[in-house]
Each structure stands twice: as C-alpha cells, then as structure tokens.
C-alpha cells in the first residue's frame, strides 16, 4: 500500500474525531453521539457517501448549533475531511468510516434530522440498483434513522439518477419538496456556501449540470 496511504491510515487511528473500527466509540456510539461525542443537544445531519467531505467542513463552519458527521467507507478521504476539522477547531463534525448499509449499528431511530447525499456513484446498470444510494433499501435505512419529515438531498450531475430517485420517492410513499435540473440556476444556489466536491467540480469543469432534489420519506 502507498506510504502516503498509511499514514493517513496512522492520524484517522489517533484522530479522535474519526470514528472507525477498533477505536473508541466505534461500537458503543450508537444513540450517544451527542452525550458522548459533541457533548451538546444539537441536531445531527448526516452526509452519506462523503469522500473528503467537503459539505461536512462547510456546513460544520457555518452552523456552529447543529452537528454533523460524514460517512464513508474510505479511511484516505476521510482523513482530508478529520485533519481540516481539526486544523480549523471544528467540534461540531465527526467522520464515521464505514458502509452505509450498517448504519443502523451506528444510529437509534429520530437520532437524525437531515441527510445530505452529494454526487454518489450512479450506479447505472440494472444489477446496480441494490448499491444506489437512493434505492429502496437504502430509503428503509434512512426510515429508521432519520426524524419523521426529515429532510434527504441528492446532489448529482446524472439525470437518470435523479429520475429514478424521484419516481422511487414516489412508489415509497414520500414527497417531494423540491427538484431541479439547474442547482445553479434555483433560489438553492447558495445553500452550500459555494463550496463544491471533488466530483462536483470535476463534473462542472466539463460543463455538466447539477441537479438536485429534497424530499422526505415519512
Ligand atoms: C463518487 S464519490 C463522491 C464523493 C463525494 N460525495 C464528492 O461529491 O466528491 C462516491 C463516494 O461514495 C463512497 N461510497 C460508495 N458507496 C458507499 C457505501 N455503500 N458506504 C460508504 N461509502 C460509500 C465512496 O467511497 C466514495 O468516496
């Protein structure tokens, strides 16, 4: 493995603000984030899928009364988003390494208020679909964490994702709050206080649009 890689691997080991298997918290966290981790009342907002977690940082800057913690399962690009954090004192973000589909052994029913999901893999063919992060399965998930009409975004640059979220949305019984095919062009633009991801800027710079949808499942 690189040696760049395993250093990262080393700082998340002592980081404190990564959650990750063999350390503290990792299988005692569930329904104690706030009293055990950020030690407030505040409200949790989940970014599924993270990467470097860019939206995390941003949102962690600029709502110091909520709390949040982005998930993903690799260990290299979480790194980027714990070091930031712990350059610019942000205690009110955490980073969980693992698949999203264990969620469940991470998060108590309600202890959720919103989820962000920002240019996840499409995930295109039929055979796929179980890994979208917006298919049925991962919607029961979501259930069984997030607060009753709490929010979920999908941030994407692929139209036939968006489409199938919505028409999932549908079939599952939520509602849609709000869908767009131009991010940029909506009253939403500046929501994400101009900060792009990885894969967000690297779609823009070859001129993709952005969609976008909000919508609750109970
Ligand atoms: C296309 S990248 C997007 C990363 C970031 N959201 C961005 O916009 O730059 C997809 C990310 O999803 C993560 N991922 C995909 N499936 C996952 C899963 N089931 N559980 C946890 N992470 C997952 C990958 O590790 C990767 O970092």
Request: neutral net charge; hydrophobic residues 35%.
């Amino acid at each position: 493995m690189a040696r760049k890689k395993l250093q990262r691997f080393e700082q998340n080991s002592q980081s404190e603000n990564v959650i990750e298997f063999g350390k503290k918290w990792y299988t005692t966290i569930k329904g104690k984030w706030n009293a055990e981790f950020f030690k407030n009342n505040n409200s949790i907002t989940l970014e599924l899928a993270c990467g470097r977690a860019e939206l995390t940082l941003a949102f962690a800057k600029n709502y110091p009364e909520r709390n949040f913690i982005g998930v993903d399962v690799k260990g290299a690009r979480l790194w980027k988003g714990s070091q930031t954090a712990i350059e610019e004192g942000l205690t009110n973000a955490a980073f969980l390494r693992t698949s999203i589909q264990y969620m469940e052994e991470f998060f108590v029913e309600d202890e959720v208020t919103e989820i962000y999901i920002m240019f996840p893999d499409p995930q295109p063919l039929d055979f796929q679909e179980k890994y979208r992060l917006t298919s049925e399965g991962f919607l029961n998930l979501y259930k069984k964490l997030i607060i009753p009409g709490g929010k979920i975004h999908l941030k994407t640059d692929n139209a036939p994702l968006h489409h199938y979220t919505v028409d999932m949305v549908k079939r599952y019984g939520g509602k849609i709050l709000f869908e767009t095919t131009a991010f940029y062009d909506s009253e939403l633009k500046d929501s994400h206080f101009g900060i792009k991801t990885v894969y967000e800027e690297m779609f823009t710079s070859k001129g993709e649009v952005v969609h976008y949808v909000i919508f609750t499942i109970s």
